[in-house]
């Protein structure tokens, strides 16, 4: 797996799996828990999951998944803004540990913005940091003045900013995108499907035609031809792994890069960082 390399001096790998949803229903469970495994055997070895999803379900389901392969696994976690302060993420934090079953997180982000100030954040994160609960630290749903602010406390040492970012919302490429790269940071695009809007559209059906791939294959594949973005698709299907994973083999040519321009046109001005 192709990884990208963190201010740090730490990689992430480029293609993950999300686990949004997962956790929800106890009937899916044992589902969730072979899906995440059997992407792990792939190759899938990022995984991103939050102490909101499933109010803490999903991290319990990633625990169980990573059981016996901590080793393996490249773990992103994040923190609810309201328990960003310094005394609330350290409890927060050991909490998704116990869900995780494991004794640090590779990428710990804050899940977006709140009204806890970024120095006590940064500060939090760099205590967890100092005792080895967490790898690196990085954010979430962040535009470019808050990433600006950030700088101030942050050592510049931002591991990466997860947004939203796609074919259908490509609001990051104004800006925030450009911002990262001067900053040498890589961005983490999450719902690379647009929650699944995205795979009907009929530009990606034929260029996905023409490289005998699928419409989910050239979404992904339009997110890792870019220097310095890595993307995190969620599904529970291990055929549908199978497909994601095969992105990777997807090399899109000038012609296609233009078919989706056209399709799906770059910003033209600064659009706010979109949620969905
Ligand atoms: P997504 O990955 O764009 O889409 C997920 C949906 O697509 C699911 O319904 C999945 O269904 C389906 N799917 C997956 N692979 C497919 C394929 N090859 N063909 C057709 N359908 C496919 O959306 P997302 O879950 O919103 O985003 C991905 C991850 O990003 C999340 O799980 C989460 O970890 C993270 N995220 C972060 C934030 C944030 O605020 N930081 C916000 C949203 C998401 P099945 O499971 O049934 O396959």
């Given at each position: 797996m192709r990884t990208l390399k963190m201010p740090s001096g730490g990689r992430m790998p480029v293609l993950g799996q999300g686990t949004w949803r997962m956790g929800e229903d106890p009937r899916r469970r044992a589902d969730e828990v072979d899906a995440l495994r059997y992407g792990i055997d792939l190759g899938l070895t990022l995984i991103d999951t939050a102490e909101m999803y499933g109010e803490g379900e999903a991290e319990?389901?990633?625990?169980?998944?990573?059981?016996?392969?901590?080793?393996?696994?490249?773990?992103?976690?994040?923190?609810?803004?309201?328990?960003?302060?310094?005394?609330?993420?350290?409890?927060?934090?050991?909490?998704?540990?116990?869900?995780?079953?494991?004794?640090?997180?590779d990428v710990y982000l804050l899940h977006w913005r709140g009204s806890i100030p970024l120095a006590e954040t940064f500060e939090a994160f760099f205590a967890l940091r100092e005792e080895g609960k967490i790898r690196d630290f990085g954010v979430s749903n962040f535009d470019v003045e808050d990433m600006e602010e950030a700088r101030q406390y942050d050592r510049g040492l931002t591991a990466t900013d997860q947004v939203l970012d796609n074919l259908m919302r490509r609001g990051i490429e104004w800006d925030l995108l450009p911002w990262c790269r001067r900053h040498h940071m890589p961005i983490m695009a999450y719902s690379p499907f647009?929650?699944?809007?995205?795979?009907?559209?009929?530009?990606?059906?034929?260029?996905?035609?023409?490289?005998?791939?699928t419409p989910a294959q050239i979404a992904l594949a339009w997110l890792l031809h870019q220097d310095d973005v890595a993307t995190i698709p969620k599904s529970s299907r291990r055929e549908r792994l199978e497909e994601n994973r095969g992105a990777l083999d997807v090399k899109l040519t000038r012609e296609d890069l233009a078919e989706l321009d056209e399709a799906f046109p770059q910003p033209t001005h600064k659009v706010p960082l979109a949620v969905s």
């Open positions: 319990k389901i990633v625990g169980d998944a990573i059981e016996g392969r901590r080793d393996e696994v490249f773990l992103v976690s994040k923190v609810y803004p309201h328990n960003a302060s310094r005394r609330a993420m350290r409890v927060a934090c050991e909490r998704s540990l116990r869900r995780l079953r494991t004794d640090h997180i647009h929650e699944g809007k995205l795979l009907t559209k009929p530009a990606l059906r034929i260029i996905a035609a023409r490289h005998e791939a």
